[in-house]
C-alpha cells in the first residue's frame, strides 16, 4: 500500500522526480475503488451497455407462452398475462440491489383493468426485492418498488396499449430513490395514508440485495410465488 504523496507529470524515483510528462494533462481524478466499464465510458463521454438482454440462449430464457414480435415499433417480448409466462436473465455480474443501481424498462400494458402487473424483477425465495410494475389498487399507477417498503409511484395513470418508459434509480451513498416516467422525474410517494407529493427523491431508503437472476413479466411474492403477471409488451 502506497503512502507516499501524488505526483502529476513525473513520478519519483529514490526520492527524486524522474521521466518527466511533455504535454498538457488536465482533469485529474482519483477514485478509492474501482470503476465499472460503464463509468470509465462515462467520464470520457461515451456509452457503454453493462449488460443487454437478447432472446436466445445467449440472453432470456421464456418460460411459458411468451413470443417474440418484430413489428414497426422494434422487436420485444410479448406476455399473455398468464401466470408463470416470463423471462430470465442470468443477473449481471457483480450487480447489488443494496449498491446504487438502475433499473429501467419499455413497457405497454394492454389491459389495464386485469389487475397488478409486474415488468421487472429480481428472482426470489421470499419477495421481490427490486420492481417496475403497474398497480390498478393505487390509483392505477407505475411503481417502482424497494425492499425496505419503499414504493414510488407515478404521478399520472399509465394509457392503455402505449409504450412507455419506466426507469427507478437508488443512491447507495445519499440513500435515495428516484423514479422515472418518460424521463420525467415523478414526485409521489406510496405511504400507510395513501399517495404523498414529494419534492422529486425519497430519502432515507436503504435497499437490501439478493441473488436472484432477473426477471421480465412475473412478480415474486410470499416464499417465491409467482403473481403479477404481465399482459403486453
Known amino acids: 500500500d502506497a503512502t507516499g504523496h501524488v505526483t502529476v507529470g513525473t513520478y519519483e ?8 510528462f511533455n504535454g498538457t494533462i488536465d482533469n485529474v481524478q482519483i477514485w478509492q475503488r474501482a470503476l465499472t466499464a460503464s463509468q470509465v465510458a462515462a467520464l470520457a463521454g461515451l456509452s457503454y451497455v453493462d449488460s443487454v438482454w437478447q432472446w436466445g440462449p445467449s440472453g ?14 422494434g422487436a420485444y417480448a410479448q406476455y399473455p398475462g398468464e401466470i408463470g409466462a416470463r423471462v430470465t436473465a442470468p443477473r449481471p455480474a457483480f450487480f447489488r440491489t443494496d449498491k446504487s ?4 424498462a419499455w413497457v405497454r400494458d394492454d389491459a389495464l383493468t386485469g ?12 419477495k421481490m426485492p427490486v420492481s417496475l410494475d403497474y398497480h390498478p389498487e393505487w390509483g392505477s399507477r407505475w411503481s417502482f418498488m424497494l425492499t425496505d417498503s ?3 409511484v407515478s404521478d399520472a395513470s399509465p394509457v392503455e396499449g402505449k409504450w412507455t418508459h419506466l ?4 443512491d447507495a451513498s445519499a440513500n435515495r430513490a428516484c ?10 410517494e406510496l405511504t400507510s395514508s395513501g399517495a404523498t407529493t414529494i419534492q422529486g427523491c425519497s430519502a432515507g431508503v436503504v435497499s437490501k440485495n439478493n441473488n436472484g437472476s432477473v426477471v421480465a413479466g412475473a412478480g415474486y411474492w410470499n416464499g417465491g410465488q409467482l403473481v403479477n403477471p404481465w399482459r403486453g409488451g
Do not use: C
Open 13 to 20: 524515483i529514490n526520492g527524486s522526480p524522474a521521466h518527466f
Open 60 to 73: 432470456g430464457t421464456p418460460t411459458g407462452t411468451v413470443n417474440q414480435v418484430a413489428d414497426t415499433g
Open 101 to 104: 443501481f438502475t433499473v429501467e
Open 115 to 126: 389487475g397488478t402487473a409486474t415488468a421487472v424483477t429480481f428472482a426470489d425465495g421470499d
Open 150 to 152: 419503499r414504493i414510488l
Open 167 to 170: 426507469a427507478g434509480t437508488y
Open 179 to 188: 423514479f422515472y416516467v418518460n424521463g420525467q422525474l415523478q414526485n409521489t
